[in-house]
């Protein structure tokens, strides 16, 4: 009686210490939660993450009759990876990169249970701890991806239908119409969901490592070749239809039902393999008679943690705070024979959202022609931050441009990205195109590498550098004398080092 009285106190007080932990958690990171919760409203891609959270809590419900023989034990010693958790979090937010800082809310969650309640206990419930990992919104890199995928498998699948066919990228044209792969057509939220529920299954349903792997990877392969089936099968219902059947939002509508029939058909393909369940049984512990001033000795040091990422960040930023800048355009041009062309019109504008100052002008040497697009960003957060999905040439759903290509050259020792953009119809004579050419500059350095200009703005913030960055885009018409890359690299030679100046000059606006 006594030892079961001494395991009943000791739960009440650590299970008190811990949903006091994780609202202390909440309470310094809400912005964070806040970002997630947002993208599960807005994103069709994220939606089932709302039920992640009760389905984790249901999983540790399933097993609470042998988690009660556990007793809880506070351990000190997980300071150091919350610490560094911490740390990540911090780098995150500086870097503002959702993904980083979501994680690392989510890690500090899940490592406030062995924290609190120890190891054992948190060994026992490794799965429904690991399965809160899928309410960060992750995976969306892999669209464009996916994107070109399901392009290329359905042109080749109705190229062997007997249907000609032109592509160019994610925009192809048919006998009976033009049709472009954008986002919806990725089939990155089938795969993304799938993989969630597929994990699940596999975790409620099989008791070997060796099933529970291959349910999980039929998850991911299935769902990537039902996408490309039904991106194929709605382009020939369009085409021997008419265009009638199958060109609007019916066929999101026909690939979801597509989607649920055939996962529905794997998981009942998946049942053939059903284990049985067994109930988990743990070795019954006491408590020694230290362990209540330990877990206020631990959650004392856990509540010092959390606090320390959302301090830091507070001096890094104060450290960092500017004036507005402004670009100065007169800074270019009158090198190398190229002068500002201020009557020319701006036909094409890269999509890049709410920049600090923004510059955009046309340039003219005898018969060649090159656009400037700069974008300078400071004081970057969450709503505006230079490196971004939002960020981009061209947006798919634009009525007039789209990019067709894109690739890389050096350029004066440092890479940059090269781009095709094209306006009209693919086999019209209202054709236009632009060869691009883009690259960042981040405190003083070149990259064309999304992932070092975020590490460039995390290292010159913790430097109390500022968060100065910008995006140079250099554009041409492809039908000038010489042609695009012609002008393109003639403009660079004269041009690049007056671009540089730029930069610095508007840095040093503070």
């Known amino acids: 009686m006594s030892n079961s009285h001494t395991n009943t106190s000791s739960w009440r007080n ?69 610490f560094c958790v911490g740390g990540l979090w911090l780098l995150g937010e500086l870097a ?29 419930i490794t799965f429904p701890l690991l399965f809160l990992f899928f309410a960060v919104p992750f995976g969306e890199f892999v669209m464009p991806t996916l994107m070109q995928w399901t392009a290329n498998i359905t042109v080749m699948g109705v190229r062997m239908s007997g249907v000609p066919v032109f592509q160019e990228g994610l925009q192809f044209v048919i006998p009976s119409g033009h049709w472009s792969v954008i986002e919806a057509c990725s089939g990155v939220r089938y795969l993304i969901a799938s993989i969630c529920i ?23 392969i299935v769902p990537l070749i039902a996408n490309w089936i039904r991106a194929y099968g709605i382009v020939m219902l369009g085409h021997v239809s ?25 998981f009942m393909l998946g049942m053939r393999w059903h284990e049985p369940e067994r109930v988990p049984a743990f070795s019954a512990e006491t408590t020694s008679g230290k362990s209540s001033s330990n877990l206020l000795l631990v959650w004392f040091v856990f509540a010092l943690l959390v ?34 062309d201020a009557q020319a019109s701006h036909e094409w504008k890269p999509a890049f959202v709410n920049p600090s100052a923004e510059l955009q002008a046309m340039f003219r ?31 798919s759903a634009d ?52 992932l070092k200009g975020k590490l460039y703005t995390t290292l010159a913030k913790l430097q109390g550098h500022g968060d100065d960055a910008a995006v140079i885009i250099l554009f041409a018409p492809e039908n000038q004398p010489g042609g695009a890359e012609a002008a393109l690299e003639n403009f660079s030679a004269s041009q690049l080092s007056a671009i540089q100046n730029l930069l610095e000059q508007t840095r040093k606006q503070r």
């Not at 039920?51 to 999983?59: D, E």
């Not at 596999?202 to 529970?212: G, V």
């Not at 009638?244 to 529905?264: E, M, P, Q, R, S």
């Open 96 to 124: 503002a990169v959702n993904v980083v800082t979501q994680f690392a809310l989510v890690a500090m969650i899940v490592l406030a249970v062995p924290m609190l309640l120890g190891m054992q206990l948190a060994r026992a």
């Open 14 to 82: 650590s299970l008190l210490a811990l949903v006091v932990g994780l609202v202390w958690i909440l309470a310094w990171y809400w912005e964070t939660g806040a970002a997630m919760v947002s993208i599960w409203e807005r994103s069709g891609t994220f939606t089932h993450a709302f039920l992640v959270p009760p389905i984790t809590l249901w999983l540790i419900w399933r097993l609470r009759q042998p988690l009660a023989t556990i007793a809880p034990r506070a351990n000190l010693w997980l300071a150091l990876p919350f």
């Open 399 to 450: 009525p007039v441009w789209a990019q067709v290509g894109r690739g890389s050259r050096e350029l004066s020792s440092m890479g940059v990205r090269t781009a095709t953009l094209r306006s009209g119809d693919l086999n019209g004579t209202t054709e236009r195109r632009l060869a691009v050419w883009q690259w960042y500059w981040i405190d003083g350095h070149k990259t064309a590498s999304d």
């Open 242 to 266: 008419g265009n009638k059947l199958a060109t609007g939002v019916d066929h999101l509508v026909y690939g979801w039902v597509f989607f649920g029939i055939v996962i529905t058909a794997l």
């Open 198 to 220: 597929g994990v699940l299954f596999a975790y409620l349903n099989y008791r070997s490592l060796k099933r529970r792997v291959l349910f999980v990877i039929a998850a991911t």
């Open 307 to 340: 606090c320390a990422p959302r301090a830091a960040e507070w001096l890094v930023e104060r450290a960092n705070a500017h004036a507005q800048p402004q670009l100065q355009t007169e800074l270019l041009g009158s090198n190398g024979g190229w002068q500002l």
């Open 365 to 395: 040497n005898g018969q060649q022609r090159v656009g400037v697009y700069i974008a300078y960003y400071r004081q970057q957060d969450y709503s505006r931050k230079l490196i971004s999905s939002e960020n981009m040439l061209v947006r």
